[in-house]
DNA sequence: ATCCTCCCCTAC
DNA sequence: TAAGGTAGGGGAGGAT
């Protein structure tokens, strides 16, 4: 498929300018006459009688009374009378003839309200008859509004675009669907019945089945794509979907099916009926008489009834997926900015459409485009991973390669019309809009239409203006993916070796392909299928290489195919423009020219030094090689995709942030989306958005982007995600380094990268949840007394056992049988029981978790959580009352409750209040900051390396230290000062003297080389904040522990904490300087956290390290804390700093 | 040197 | 009205 965005997407403003003088106050101003004016009309009638649409269900009827003028006064009022009337009239009928479905509630129509469109079998009147009996309604004039599903068995050409364009994305379905349902007893989908020629304007609702079910199973899927099983589901979906098209709508207006299109039809003849014949006027230029080129004189069309419309189980896009949500939402609401918000000339930017973002993508072709691979991928998973190499492909050993370049003619609108063969030959296009006036941009143009100088990526009015009578038809995704579908058939039938470009594009190598000593037979056998099965033409090149392949196919186009032998290829290239290499795009071509480069011919007089030179290493190089014809590539698989992202950059305009923030917010749900049905996970997070230039005029393009600066901002993150709201906090910290107004913003994109698939992390996610890191802290309690030699291998443990023996019996209530046969994940899922006791849990603790995390626990805790923070609401304001320190109440509370670090923790319980006494006994605590906010000073000496390790045993969770092994233990042991030495070798968790603690209190920072923002951190030093760092060594040993637990369980670190902490395991086991390393950069970490914190609520601090605690064993929750903290930084710190602040962990 | 970020260019 | 996306590759320039 050619795409040409050239023109209207990204180039030139001057191209946009030119058309300019024909923009948009133009065209509405303009004698439109009666169309534009009619609209009006509808849209003012619409609006006075929309309440009338679904009567007493209508979830708008409340709405419709203040609207409604008085009866008779135009004559869309009558219209309304009269439909009311018969409405009525149905009714009355309807409740006479009731019928017991199956007496399982709602009869099957229920909901339903057809317009029958033409001659029909059985006649409209039958099926009025099994509407009436079965709870349906069937419509006698036609309403968006009021119609769900237009029924239809055939109709002439001539009203297929008629009714396309006022079916307005409904369905239109074949007559067969209401008996099939009645036979069933069911509201069968319609998706199956839908009117083959008219299938391609059903893209929203369709595209949500095709997700959900194959044609083999949709009987099992009887009705509802929103909800099964609940008939009224798809039904009110549709309201939704209806009534959001609602100012286009003709309430009450008689159909009238004027043939517009007929006519022009006729005018189309002769002058390009055989223009499938005729050379690409591109491809003369250059076209050697030894290159081989076979065009076939015509091609039959498979009879119209024979082309199946059969649905696939198409992958669709994670937008596709939400629509249900979108739908429901628009039910909710009830559309009402159709009905209240006037004109809808706004209704497709962010502005109207709060779903805009899931919407677009399901209408967009360079969307579709763009994640065809990705389908693909899904699709011939086998064929995309597959196939390597084998050796004697390459070069050395294998000389001669063949290679097939196979390319589906003007892909998009062939498809559309192979069930057209009468226009096969008249100009089409593909386009969303009609509009002869509007910026809507053709898609695809057959040659018939190529010929009057129609392109994709013009503007429909400018293709109109080239050929009046162009034929406009609209997209139809799903049968593109067919066919493509059977396009990849054929080929993968005929070739293991198929690297795939595009839905209608892909090469082939048929090196070891048995061709019959003949790849251009196979080329033509190859075609011929294609267009049997799929109605569509394809052309083909043959070459040795994929580059001449290429080149080959764009000579033989349309439909024919062509053969370049190396000995041609310099002839070939030689007056070939440079604009049809792979790789020169326009910047490249205005470059060259300058250059008075225009052809390969003159490409090759520039040395590859001098293009290195000005285009830089590997573009230089692909120049002088592809000139020359050579081609180093390999037919190969499609890789594992290195990044996923998705972007908007139309209809974009945000009236204040909060639109914006909806926006960026759903443009996360999409992504996260995107990456979860890809399997995988990222840690790079780029923002891109597009800004209005600021002497930017109004874009030519209706909602479009106009000319803009383009930005971007990036961070990364230690732990790969996926998760919807990780990405929603890491999106909104980025937005925030913008510094923009919103208004100015035209597009908005997320992208992530540094991919990892989430089956290598989905272990590691599930140890690092909420609930199995509150498990987990009892297991490996457990596990330390066990004797079970399972335990024992898992941490390496071969003593110890006396002290576990002590530590036992300081937990209450923990122990688990751990089964000998069990595997570790097993074991971890096991212990869902095993929940600390609510008693253990710490109030201050609870009560300053971010929300989101205390509604996990509290889920986990049956909900109980909330009741025990009432309860103990007075009793923790007592605790603080006692308190004689400048610290928070619940900080307080939570430090008398013995419970400074870690929220679960049943060894610290006992440990850590010792501690905290003596340190808020005897550190001095100066705070020097101003009123308005804390400003805390750390003593330097705690930076330094020896005062990472715990200044006691008393600090350290022995149970952690007693499952090292011996030779770390000892490593660790000797780092510590004598004294402190005594207390291990003692095992005696005694109270050791705060002064041998080796803890300076006064020492300000001001030597560090960090930023400015250190000096601030650094500059005073509250007595709870002293104790918080204190507690921090003892964090830091603990967290050293658990990564040498993390190597002894699985035999390597987990890749998050590798990342997170970048030291690698050799070194870890090898010598202390991995220890110290990974120290520092702990420590570093948590200077970001007291960085992030310090400014805003002391006692938020505290909440960090209980969290950053769970981060080193947990690590993917650290991620909630880094994202949820940020923005507080950003707030802080904003203009200043704001920009400089990374805090992404480098690997 | 090597990596990272922020672009730009290209293809479909 | 209209749906100007997605992803890879590479270059410039700065940090380490």
């Not at 230029?285 to 076939?296: H, I, L, N, Q």
């Not at 084998?390 to 290679?403: F, G, I, L, Q, R």
């Amino acid at each position: 498929m050619s795409l040409d965005l050239s023109r209207s997407a990204n180039s030139s403003g001057s191209q946009r300018s030119k058309r300019g003088f024909n923009n948009n106050n133009n065209s509405t101003s303009s004698n439109r006459s009666s169309n534009s004016n009619d609209s009006n009309k509808k849209k003012k009638v619409s609006q006075k009688t929309l309440g009338v649409a679904w009567g007493a269900n209508s979830i708008s009827s409340s709405r419709s009374s203040s609207f409604r003028k008085s009866p008779f006064s135009d004559f869309g009022s009558y219209m309304v009378e009269k439909n009311r009337k018969l409405q009525n009239q149905f009714d009355v009928e309807a409740s006479a003839s009731s019928h017991s479905d199956s007496g399982s509630g709602k009869p099957i129509f229920h909901g339903v309200s057809i317009f029958v469109d033409g001659f029909t079998v059985p006649s409209s009147q039958e099926l009025r008859g099994y509407m009436l009996k079965h709870g349906g309604r069937l419509e006698n004039y036609f309403s968006r509004r009021r119609v769900t599903h237009i029924i239809c068995s055939n109709l002439p050409d001539s009203k297929i675009k008629n009714l396309r364009s006022f079916s307005g994305g409904l369905p239109v379905v074949k007559p067969m669907w209401i008996l099939d349902s009645v036979a069933a007893n069911k509201l069968l989908s319609w998706v199956p019945y839908q009117l083959d020629q008219l299938a391609n304007n059903q893209p929203k609702l369709s595209a949500f089945f095709a997700l959900k079910s194959s044609p083999q199973s949709q009987d099992a899927l009887p009705c509802a794509p929103v909800c099964p099983g609940n008939p009224e589901a798809e039904d009110s979906s549709f309201k939704g979907g209806t009534s959001v098209d609602a100012s286009f709508s003709d309430v009450g207006e008689p159909v009238e099916h004027s043939g517009l299109i007929s006519g022009e039809s006729n005018n189309l003849m002769n002058k390009n009926s055989n223009v499938s014949l005729l050379e690409e006027p591109a491809s003369s230029c250059g076209k050697p008489s030894e290159v081989t080129m076979t065009k076939p004189s015509n091609f039959d069309v498979e009879d119209e009834s024979s082309v199946r419309n059969e649905l696939q189980s198409s992958h669709y896009q994670p937008s596709a997926l939400v629509s249900s949500n979108f739908m429901d939402i628009h039910n909710m609401k009830g559309s009402p900015s159709s009905t209240v918000g006037g004109p809808s000339n706004q209704h497709h930017s962010t502005l109207e459409d709060p779903n805009f973002v899931e919407n677009y993508f399901k209408n967009s072709r360079l969307h579709f485009i763009g994640t065809w691979r990705n389908r693909y991928r899904k699709r011939f998973p086998s064929f995309s991973n597959g196939f390597k190499f084998t050796s004697s492909n390459t070069k050395a050993s294998a000389p001669k390669t063949a290679v097939i370049h196979v390319d589906m003619d003007c892909f998009f609108v062939s498809v559309v019309i192979r069930s057209h063969p009468e226009m096969q030959d008249k100009p089409v296009a593909v386009c969303h809009s009609d509009n002869p006036k509007g910026t809507a941009e053709i898609s695809s143009a057959n040659y018939p239409a190529r010929d009057y100088g129609v392109r994709a990526g013009m503007f429909v009015r400018d293709a109109k203006a080239l050929c009046p009578h162009l034929v406009i038809f609209p997209y139809n995704f799903e049968a593109y993916e067919e066919v493509a579908d059977q396009f990849y058939n054929i080929l993968h039938k005929h070739c293991n070796k198929v690297q795939a470009v595009s839905c209608d594009e892909a090469f082939l190598d048929v090196t070891d392909t048995d061709t019959e000593g003949d790849p251009q037979l196979l080329a033509s056998t190859i075609r011929k299928e294609i267009l049997e099965t799929t109605g569509c033409t394809a052309s083909a090149g043959i070459a040795e290489n994929m580059l001449m392949a290429r080149l080959a196919t764009r000579t033989a186009k349309p439909d024919g195919q062509c053969c370049i032998p190396p000995e041609r290829a310099d002839d070939y290239l030689s007056q070939l423009p440079i604009k049809a290499l792979p790789g020169i795009g326009h910047v490249l071509e205005e470059k060259l020219k300058k250059q008075n480069v225009w052809t390969c011919g003159q490409l090759r007089m520039i040395s590859k030094d001098s293009l290195q030179k000005d285009f830089g290493t590997k573009t230089g190089e692909m120049l002088w090689n592809y000139s020359r014809g050579v081609d180093n590539r390999l037919v190969g698989v499609i890789q594992e995709s290195k990044s996923i992202g998705a972007e908007v950059n139309w209809g974009v305009r945000f009236k204040d942030v909060k639109d914006c923030q909806n926006f960026l917010s759903n443009l996360c749900k999409e992504v996260s989306l995107r990456l979860q049905g890809c399997g995988v996970k990222g840690r790079t997070f780029t923002l891109k958005i597009k800004k209005r230039r600021k002497d930017a005029e109004e874009p030519a393009k209706y909602m479009g982007c106009g000319e803009c600066e383009n930005l971007s901002h990036s961070t990364t993150v230690p732990v790969a995600t996926d998760d919807v709201e990780v990405l929603q906090r890491i999106s909104k910290q980025l937005f925030g380094t913008f510094h923009l107004d919103v208004k100015e913003i035209r597009g908005l994109g997320l992208q992530v990268s540094r991919l990892e698939s989430a089956d290598n992390s989905k272990q590691a996610f599930e140890r690092n949840s909420l609930k199995s890191w509150l498990i987990s802290a009892s297991a490996s309690t457990k596990e330390l007394w066990s004797n079970d030699s399972t335990a024992k291998d898992r941490f390496n443990i071969g003593q110890g056992d006396g002290v576990s023996g002590q530590t036992c019996a300081n937990s209450v209530g923990l122990s688990i049988e751990m089964d000998n046969n069990m595997s570790d994940s097993e074991a971890c899922l096991n212990q869902v029981s095993e929940l600390p006791p609510l008693c253990h849990l710490d109030m201050g603790v609870l009560e300053s978790l971010p929300p989101e995390l205390f509604s996990e626990l509290n889920e986990i805790y049956g909900r109980k959580l909330v009741d025990l923070i009432a309860k103990n609401k007075g009793k923790s304001v007592s605790i603080s009352g006692s308190s004689s320190t400048h610290s928070h109440a619940r900080v307080e509370g939570a430090m008398n409750e013995g419970q400074a670090v870690l929220l679960f923790d049943p060894v610290l319980h006992n440990e850590i209040p010792v501690e905290k006494k003596h340190i808020s006994e005897e550190v001095p605590a100066v705070l020097v900051s101003g009123a308005e906010s804390y400003s805390v000073a750390i003593p330097a000496s705690c930076l330094e390396k020896t005062d990472l390790m715990p200044s006691s045993l008393s600090q350290v969770d022995v149970t952690v230290l007693q499952q090292l092994p011996e030779e770390l233990k000892a490593d660790i042991l000797e780092v510590l000062p004598a004294h402190r030495r005594q207390d291990v070798s003692s095992n005696v968790l005694s109270e050791v003297p705060l002064e041998s603690k080796g803890i300076k209190t006064t020492e300000n920072h001001s030597g560090s080389k960090d930023s400015v923002l250190d000096n601030n951190l650094w500059a005073g030093t509250p007595p709870q904040w002293v104790d918080k760092f204190k507690v921090s060594n003892c964090l830091i040993l603990n967290i050293l522990a658990e990564m040498y637990y993390e190597a002894g369980s699985t035999g390597n670190l987990s890749p998050i904490l590798q990342r997170a902490i970048s030291v690698p395991k050799h070194q870890l086991d090898a010598s202390q300087d991995g220890w110290d390393e990974a120290a520092h950069i702990l420590r570093e970490l948590l200077k970001q956290y007291i960085k992030l914190k310090i400014e805003f609520d002391i006692e938020e601090i505290y909440v960090c390290f209980c969290l950053l605690k769970r981060f080193a064993m947990k690590s993917e929750l650290f991620l909630h804390v880094y994202t949820d903290v940020f923005p507080y930084l950003q707030a802080s710190f904003g203009e200043n700093y704001g920009g400089n602040l990374h805090i992404s962990l480098k690997d």
